[in-house]
């Protein structure tokens, strides 16, 4: 059977179609420099006189740091850009105030075309459980993402729609936050990924200084564990 000029071309195209037609995953991050790693320091105790015979009522209050959690914040920066598979650069586009997410998770590999929000009520227990959380610890997983407000954002050519996943608003300079920091919980099918959405524009962080992103991500530190856990890095610019 012989085929005309228009069959052929149409074919083509097609083909040509179907090899553009796939989903843009994020990247794992080309570097990372730790610029500085701190914890809280303990206050001095306060003393209180002790005299036979009295009794003395006392109205405590004290911080502790949090076993369960490691913090990450930073800036982003990097480029949009049209290459092949051997990375050879077409053409790429500066970002200078980039848009987009930063993913942190454990596997180091992401089935990204699985992605979607993180159901509590079929993983949740086996998350706190993998971490040594108990489930009356007030700083558990839904204590600290016990909110399901964030914005639309795309994993993936993914649509994550707004207000969908389980979500927390990480501290600004105020102390606080209900409009900054977004981060969100997602799901691979294997893992959790930590995912921060990227701040447009200046906004100052936890520490008063201007950050691109902030971010929790789970760390066992209960008891005598002492071993870290390595978080693989992914973003995703637009």
């Keep these: 059977m012989k085929l005309g000029v228009k069959s052929i071309l149409a074919m083509v195209l097609i083909l040509v ?11 794992g991050v080309e570097n990372i420099n730790v610029e500085n790693s701190s914890k809280s320091t303990s206050d001095d105790p306060v003393g209180v006189p002790a005299q036979a015979g009295n009794v003395t009522e006392l109205n405590i209050f004290g911080y502790s740091t949090t076993q369960a959690w490691q913090g990450y914040f930073g800036n982003v920066s990097g480029t949009i850009q049209l290459a092949d598979s051997s990375d050879n650069i077409m053409y790429n586009w500066s970002v200078a105030d980039p848009e987009g997410e930063i993913y942190a998770t454990r596997q180091p590999s992401v089935s990204w075309e699985s ?61 606080g936050s209900t409009n900054n920091f977004y981060e969100v919980l997602l799901w691979d099918g294997v893992d959790v990924i930590f995912t921060s959405v990227l701040e447009e524009g200046s906004v100052l962080g936890f520490d008063g200084k201007d950050h691109d992103f902030e971010m929790l991500v789970l760390e066992d530190g209960h008891g005598t564990d002492t071993e870290v856990t390595d978080y693989y890095f992914y973003v995703e610019l637009q």
């Excluded at 179609?17 to 990247?27: D, K, Q, T, Y």
């Excluded at 009356?136 to 707004?162: A, W």
Aim: glycine share 4%; hydrophobic share 35%.
């Design 17 to 27: 179609s179907v090899s553009l037609a796939f989903a843009v995953e994020p990247f």
């Design 115 to 175: 992605v979607d929000c993180f159901n509590w009520s079929e993983n949740g227990s086996w998350l706190e459980s993998d971490f040594n959380i108990a489930a009356n610890d007030v700083d558990g997983v839904d204590e600290t993402f016990n909110s399901y407000s964030h914005p639309v954002f795309y994993t993936n050519n993914l649509e994550i729609s707004q207000d969908t996943c389980m979500s927390t608003n990480v501290f600004d300079s105020t102390g």
